[in-house]
T-cell receptor, first 113, second 111 residues
Framework: IAGITQAPTSQILAAGRRMTLRCTQDMRHNAMYWYRQDLGLGLRLIHYSNTAGTTGKGEVPDGYSVSRANTDDFPLTLASAVPSQTSVYFC????????????FGQGTRLTVV | KQEVTQIPAALSVPEGENLVLNCSFTDSAIYNLQWFRQDPGKGLTSLLLIQSSQREQTSGRLNASLDKSSGRSTLYIAASQPGDSATYLCAVRAGTYKYIFGTGTRLKVLA
């Protein structure tokens, strides 16, 4: 089934540890996004990529990095996790050439303790 | 700065009722507006996408309208069912990559 796959589904992480959240899509969408969702704040954009090889900063990029080595994968890395990064993380993609709707993964629930 | 507001934050209705969810945005310069459904602990499922040049979109019991000039969109759900219970989010696309989300309306349809 075509779509976006995120891994892991949930994770408890000790503060200071490094963590990579994985995101893979099989729709050949050129644009991919990472959001975090926090109660009362809605979804906020962390980083985005308009095409393989390019990335950009969103609204809340500090403490996060991304890479886009190919069309399908867009991993999000927390270099040294802090408790304020406890959140639900969503990966999304869309085809900007055809101006499609955005498709979302099922999310990764991350708790930093 | 674009802001997206959804009112009410929560809504309970009896089964079978027709209902309207509201989404308002402060800047009319949008590319499109998308309505999503989110079930507890799950991701976002796209319901309807309205381009800035369109006035409405329909899918089954759902109808979404867009009035750019007044900065408003509504999601109309006909003959609501308990399975419609979820949080409904609207998002405006304000740039190639820039989506601005509302904080959602939590809907509960009572059997």
């Amino acid at each position: 089934i075509a779509g976006i796959t995120q891994a892991p589904t949930s994770q408890i992480l000790a503060a200071g540890r490094r963590m990579t959240l994985r995101c893979t899509q099989d729709m050949r969408h050129n644009a991919m996004y990472w959001y975090r969702q926090d109660l009362g704040l809605g979804l906020r954009l962390i980083h985005y990529s308009n095409t393989a090889g390019t990335t950009g900063k969103g609204e809340v990029p500090d403490g996060y990095s991304v890479s886009r080595a190919n069309t399908d994968d867009f991993p999000l890395t927390l270099a040294s996790a802090v408790p304020s990064q406890t959140s639900v993380y969503f990966c999304a993609s869309r085809d900007t050439d055809r101006d499609t709707e955005a498709f979302f993964g099922q999310g990764t629930r991350l708790t930093v303790v | 700065k674009q802001e997206v507001t959804q009112i009410p934050a929560a809504l309970s209705v009896p089964e079978g009722e027709n209902l309207v969810l509201n989404c308002s945005f402060t800047d009319s310069a949008i590319y499109n507006l998308q309505w999503f459904r989110q079930d507890p602990g799950k991701g976002l499922t796209s319901l309807l996408l309205i381009q800035s040049s369109q006035r409405e979109q329909t899918s089954g019991r759902l109808n979404a309208s867009l009035d750019k000039s007044s900065g408003r969109s509504t999601l109309y759900i006909a003959a609501s069912q308990p399975g419609d219970s979820a949080t409904y989010l609207c998002a405006v696309r304000a740039g190639t990559y820039k989506y601005i989300f509302g904080t959602g309306t939590r809907l509960k349809v009572l059997a």
